[in-house]
């Protein structure tokens, strides 16, 4: 799979998301990963983490469920599951 490009489409997703709902920044994306997704969450974690950066997503945590069994239309996928953001224009430092 290529990590690189399911990172840019989950900060595009995200940013778009964020737009919609009048939100500044994210705080947190939590994806879920179907166990026969073929994703590696460790490369997947590197290239969100260097690509999100000059983004909305720039302060975001990536939190990444991989549950060990799915239901077989559920196996394969990869969604995000929550976008948690903050409409302040200012963010505390340190976070």
Do not use: N, W
């Amino acid at each position: 799979m290529d990590e690189a490009g399911l990172a840019q489409q989950v900060i595009e997703a995200c940013a778009s998301a964020l737009q919609a709902r009048g939100g500044r920044h994210a705080v947190c994306v939590c994806l879920r990963i179907g166990p026969a997704a073929a994703v590696d969450p460790y490369a997947l974690r590197f290239c969100f983490d260097a690509l999100k950066q000059g983004t909305p997503l720039r302060f975001a945590a990536l939190d990444i469920e991989c549950p060990a069994s799915a239901p077989p239309d559920d196996a394969a996928a990869l969604y995000i599951r929550y976008l948690e953001f903050g409409t302040e224009t200012k963010l505390a430092r340190g976070r």
